[in-house]
């Protein structure tokens, strides 16, 4: 496809519920980003991917947060045992990992994630 | 730390009016440093990027942003805003190395009167 692109858009669980996001980037790119918005702590980095390791993964908030990516493509974010405060917009980003950083992350249009 | 401050939760203007939206980053060195725009719904769409040379930056849809080094500020500018610019405006900062963590500030709400 031509962009980034996310499923579900929207994603309703009861808490104590899994839930698994999945992303597809722009093809070709080698980076991947994941990205939380939520009303209080505004948009927070998560995890990066740089092919299908991880070298960052400072901003999971918790173990209950997982994520993969394999063959450096489609990349799965999984919330165990969801709380109430996991509600938010999980944004993924892809950017072709150009010399030094200096190259454009792609958003989707996210995953809006809702536990009641 | 790196962070990024936008002093504006919300801003209002007259369609055809100036805009001038502000972000102050704090970074130990030169940041990369990005402006997103998100309307209703949608996910977030490059407006600009600095990384470096001419601190002027042209971006899309007619904006342009000036980074000032001395005042560790990359404001964002349009001499005429249309109502289709109504959304939220994110500035960034990006680490300089292999890859873009990206740091966002909390936003700045744009609301265009008639």
């Known amino acids: 496809g031509a962009g980034v692109s996310q499923s579900p858009s929207n994603k309703v669980t009861e808490k104590g519920k899994d839930v698994e996001l999945r992303c597809d980037p722009i093809?070709?790119?080698?980076?991947l980003y994941w990205y939380r918005q939520s009303l209080g702590q505004g948009l927070e980095f998560l995890i990066y991917f740089q092919g299908n390791s991880a070298p960052d993964k400072s901003g999971l908030p918790s173990d209950r947060f997982s994520a993969e990516r394999t063959g450096g493509s489609v990349s799965t974010l999984t919330i165990q045992r969801t709380q109430q405060e996991d509600s938010a917009v999980y944004l993924c980003a892809s950017s072709p990992q150009l010399a030094g950083g200096t190259d454009t992350q792609y958003f989707g249009p996210g995953t809006r994630l809702t536990v009641l | 730390a790196q962070s990024v401050t936008q002093p504006d939760i919300h801003i209002t203007v007259s369609e055809g009016a100036s805009l001038e939206l502000r972000c102050n980053y704090s970074y130990g060195a030169t940041p990369y440093l990005f402006w997103y725009v998100q309307s209703p719904g949608q996910g977030l769409q490059l407006l600009l990027k600095y990384f470096s040379g001419d601190t002027l930056v042209q971006g899309i849809k007619g904006f342009e942003a000036e980074f000032k080094r001395s005042q560790s500020s990359f404001n964002l500018r349009k001499p005429s805003v249309h109502w289709s610019d109504a959304a939220e405006y994110f500035c960034?900062?990006?680490?300089?190395?292999?890859?873009?963590?990206?740091?966002f500030g909390a936003g700045t709400r744009l609301a265009v009167h008639p």
């Open positions: 960034a900062v990006g680490a300089r190395g292999g890859y873009n963590k990206l740091i």
């Open positions: 093809s070709g790119h080698t980076a």
